[in-house]
């Protein structure tokens, strides 16, 4: 078993149990106690989980500020699963809008070779770099550099914001909380998710159903404000339930 199979494993078993004892998964995954602290170690530096004498139990609710490059060893099989059912829904000629964030980035890489004729707004400088060598028109916009997402926020990325128009607006948040909304832990990130939403013409929200349940500081909109939703079968049936009386179109990947 590679090692980033082990850990998404190791989260497997605490999302069903909500709590890790290293004896016994040591035992079921046929390896050493000392591989699973290290690997228990390097999930809670990612948010996952806080580590407790013999084990580790399941982190609250709270949304940890996760920078991209750890993001991107979360449920990495459902996000490029989502992400190639996005891919699917973008025609040739689309406007689009990908915000920052780890699924969003698998989206660029799945069109940045199979689409073409695409205009793609981002404000996420690792996207257009995905971007840069492919055929599409990118357009960057500009502001202030958050180092953790990669993204572009504040007044110069809101200006710019306020002079376009998209077709579809591919949204990935941080937390998705039925009391509350789709949620970030910036505000800054927020007020620009907010923008993004009111310039395209569609909305749709990419989220591994491991969002589901997650708060966070800032909310960007209310969870019937997007019209489609993109998630992962591992989805509950009641966030499922939640979702359609709502209103919103679910797509499971």
């Given at each position: 078993m590679l090692t980033e199979e082990r850990r998404q494993k190791l989260q497997d078993i605490l999302s069903q149990k909500n709590r890790i004892v290293v004896k016994e998964v040591a035992a079921i995954?046929?390896?050493?106690?000392v591989t699973i602290r290290k690997?228990?170690?390097?999930?809670?530096?990612?948010?996952?989980?806080?580590?407790?004498?013999?084990?580790?139990?399941?982190?609250?609710n709270s949304v940890q500020d996760?920078?991209?490059?750890?993001?991107?060893?979360?449920?990495?099989?459902?996000?490029?699963?989502?992400?190639l059912k996005a891919a699917e829904m973008i025609e040739p000629g689309d406007v689009i809008i990908l915000d920052s964030g780890?699924?969003?980035?698998?989206?660029?890489?799945?069109?940045?070779l199979a689409k073409a004729n695409l205009k793609i707004i981002t404000n996420a400088i690792n996207i257009a770099n995905e971007l840069a060598a492919s055929k599409h028109e990118v357009v960057l916009t500009g502001g202030f550099l958050r180092e953790k997402s990669f993204s572009l926020v504040g007044p110069f990325a809101e200006n710019t914001l306020e002079n376009v128009h998209a077709d579809k607006f591919f949204l990935g948040v941080d937390g998705i909380h039925f009391d509350f909304g789709l949620m970030t832990p910036n505000l800054m990130e927020g007020r620009v998710n907010q923008l993004m939403?009111?310039?395209s013409r569609e909305t749709i929200l990419v989220a591994d159903s491991s969002k589901f349940g997650k708060r966070s500081v800032s909310v960007i909109a209310r969870i019937e404000k997007v019209d489609k939703v993109i998630t992962?079968?591992?989805?509950?049936?009641?966030n499922l339930a939640k979702l359609k009386s709502l209103g919103v179109e679910v797509l499971l990947v």
């Open positions: 995954l046929n390896t050493s106690e690997d228990l170690e390097v999930l809670e530096k990612r948010g996952v989980l806080s580590r407790v004498h013999g084990g580790a139990i399941v982190r609250n996760l920078a991209l490059t750890e993001k991107e060893h979360l449920h990495p099989n459902e996000k490029l699963r989502i992400a780890s699924t969003t980035t698998q989206i660029a890489r799945q069109i940045k939403m009111k310039v992962d079968k591992n989805i509950s049936k009641d």
